[in-house]
């Protein structure tokens, strides 16, 4: 069956002090779905187990990323995590670096047409 997507997010995290790509990633999923309501659920009378959610996380070393962790942030659906080379790292003046990781957020449900 094909699926569409219905929802498209972006988000930020930041990692302070720690340089945590996964702690990070984590804040930037959450960032990302905080910006939406998925009502079209109780609105259309659909569940959200058939619901897949594909996560995009960009950091400067996307080995770092527990993928497994970040999947487990998300509230509901069935989440794939893949990790690319993106972010940021900023050196704070004082000897420290802050990570900062994007997110896009997709949500995909299978076509109700027909």
Do not use: K, Y
């Amino acid at each position: 069956m094909s699926e569409r997507r219905f929802i498209l997010e972006m988000g930020q995290g930041v990692s302070t002090h720690s340089r945590n790509a996964t702690e990070a990633a984590v804040r930037a999923v959450q960032d990302a779905i905080r910006h939406s309501s998925l009502a079209v659920f109780g609105t259309c009378g659909l569940g959200t187990e058939g619901m897949r959610v594909a996560v995009t996380i960009g950091v400067p070393r996307p080995e770092e990323v527990d993928a497994g962790r970040v999947a487990a942030s998300l509230p509901r659906g069935r989440a794939e995590v893949t990790a690319v080379l993106g972010g940021l790292e900023v050196e704070d003046g004082a000897g420290g670096w802050h990570l900062i990781a994007t997110a896009a957020v997709e949500a995909f449900l299978p076509d109700q047409a027909g």
